[in-house]
Structure formats: C-alpha cells, structure tokens
C-alpha cells in the first residue's frame, strides 16, 4: 500500500511524537519536551526535538506561531493532521497484527 506522505523517515518516533504534543494545540520547545515525556514516558533532549522540528516545518507539517515571548511556539498544519491520522492508523494495524498473533501464539 503506497502511503501518501512518504512516511516520517528515520526519526518517526520523535516527528509522531511532536506531532501528537502539537494536536492539542500549540506549544513551545519546552512545553512539547514536558508533555511528551508526560504522555508517552520518551525524555527528548532539546537538540533532538529541534531537529524533528526542523524537519517538520520543511514539510509543511507544522508552523511557527508569532509570539511576543521568547519562545517560539508552533502549531501543527493540516498536511500535519493528515500525517499524523495516517501513521496512527498504520499503528492501529501494526497493533492489530500484534495482538492477533499473541492470541495465536498461546493457543
């Protein structure tokens, strides 16, 4: 099945992460590093979410918000949306699989 948005490359994990801080609104570095490692466990170190960010913002899939404050919060885009909906649905499968074959495996 050919995906649309060629996927998120070899920093998935962090860009899904960052991806998902960003779908409930927008936030700056520190606040994405504080609720990042609230809702998954994952401690990201600044130069690594900055990167993602970076990469992300090339892709159109997030933005830099304009802010009177020295932080600079982005927010996601709508190409970003889709990214997002479109790996969490490869993970439902993934998971799916997974689980179907534990069930396999202990019968």
């Known amino acids: ?11 998935t994990d ?3 992460l960052v991806l998902i801080s960003l ?3 927008q936030k700056h570095g ?5 609720d990042i490692e609230e809702f998954s466990g994952t ?7 900055y990167g993602a960010l970076m990469r ?5 899939w997030i933005e830099p918000v304009e ?9 996601i885009t709508d190409g970003g949306r889709d ?18 074959r534990m069930a396999w495996g202990q019968a």
């Open 1 to 11: 099945m050919a995906r649309k948005t060629q996927g998120l490359g070899r920093f």
């Open 14 to 16: 962090v860009a899904l």
């Open 23 to 25: 779908a409930e609104g």
């Open 30 to 34: 520190y606040r994405m590093i504080s």
């Open 43 to 49: 401690s990201l170190e600044p130069g690594t979410l």
């Open 56 to 60: 992300l913002e090339e892709r159109g």
């Open 67 to 75: 802010s009177a404050e020295r932080r600079k919060p982005y927010r």
């Open 83 to 100: 990214a997002l909906r479109e790996q969490l649905a490869t993970l439902r499968r993934v998971e799916q699989a997974g689980v179907r």
